[in-house]
């Protein structure tokens, strides 16, 4: 068996595995790309810890990047030694024993919420970055939780009073919308229409995703979502604000339906995070947690740190 189907096994028998580590995820995002998985293993051979990854490569450059739409990746161990230090650091060393040997240019990865791989792979010498994303983990009381969000925020519910939410909407109708709200600003859009289409076929194949709008009684569409999950959090993992209707309180609505959904389905709710200023002060105000995770890299080959400045230059110059 290769390890992809071992990793597929192992997965499907596993009581929780992160939505953005399944096989079916992998292969979704990755569809058309190369993606493979490092095992960890115990001294009876039973899998431990294992790393997908999106292997890419660039002339005679190969690199792991985190596929698009997917924020948190990394290495997952089994539920046994997740508190364990030391079992995590033996796990984190034969993975990296194995990176060391696929003849890398560099390394990227952003790790989980409270992951031990990180602080073990920094002993090994990788190195690590804070990010932020923003959770509220407590949605028992809907109505403590408005009145926990900022005053900003309850007013715009207010103006929203006239709109309401649906869930039939279109994939392609979404990808439209969005592309429509991100050229209003003039933005393009950073995924495939082909993309978005073959990830919520996958997930809709598991009941793992949910396109939610925020409509007028025209039927104009004023916001909308699209929303993943798994067993412990949902995703606000593809927002699209329409800037025609920026001040009808659309996109507080549509955060506050989101959380329904979540507490609907019994799980926590998180934002996908955002290192965007912007976008954090917009979280912040609904009365969210900043979770710290970290994102790990390490460059094999020193000369890959200009490619990539050439390569940033280039980006740069296309706008």
């Not at 990793?7 to 009581?15: C, D, K, L, N, P």
């Not at 569809?31 to 490092?38: I, N, Q, Y």
């Not at 060393?93 to 790790?111: S, T």
């Not at 109708?173 to 978005?196: G, M, P, V």
Request: proline fraction near 4%.
């Amino acid at each position: 068996m290769t390890n992809k189907e071992r990793y597929s096994a192992w997965a499907a028998a596993q009581e929780y595995v992160p939505l953005f580590m399944m096989p079916w995820w992998m292969d979704a995002v990755c569809a058309g790309k190369e993606w493979d998985v490092l095992l960890a293993e115990d001294s009876e051979g039973n899998i431990v810890g294992a790393m997908p990854y999106l292997l890419r490569k660039r002339l005679w450059y190969k690199y792991i990047l985190m596929p698009q739409q997917t924020p948190v990746g990394g290495i997952w161990v089994t539920p046994d030694i997740t508190a364990d230090k030391w079992k995590t650091a033996e796990v984190c060393r034969q993975i990296k024993e194995q990176l060391d040997g696929m003849g890398l240019a560099y390394y990227y990865q952003q790790f989980l919420p409270g992951s031990l791989c990180v602080d073990a792979l920094q002993a090994l010498g990788f190195k690590k970055k804070e990010r932020v994303t923003y959770r509220v983990d407590d949605l028992s009381d809907l109505n403590k939780l408005i009145e926990s969000f900022s005053k900003n925020k309850r007013r715009q519910l207010q103006k929203a009073l006239s709109l309401h939410a649906e869930r039939n909407m279109d994939i392609e109708d979404f990808y439209r919308f969005h592309t429509q709200c991100l050229a209003a600003r003039k933005r393009k859009i950073s995924y495939t229409r082909e993309f978005l289409l073959v990830l919520e076929r996958k997930a809709k194949r598991f009941n793992q995703c949910e396109i939610l709008s925020i409509c007028d009684a025209d039927g104009h569409v004023h916001a909308a979502a699209f929303l993943v999950w798994d067993k412990s959090y949902m995703y606000y993992l593809i927002p699209a604000y329409d800037p025609t209707y920026a001040d009808s309180g659309a996109g507080a609505l549509l955060v506050l339906e989101a959380m329904k959904r979540a507490r609907e389905k019994h799980v926590m709710f998180d934002f996908e995070g955002s290192m965007s200023k912007g976008t954090a002060k917009h979280y912040k105000q609904f009365a969210s947690t900043p979770t710290p995770y970290y994102a790990v890299e390490k460059y094999y080959k020193p000369i890959f740190r200009l490619a990539i400045w050439f390569q940033k230059l280039r980006e740069i110059g296309m706008h």
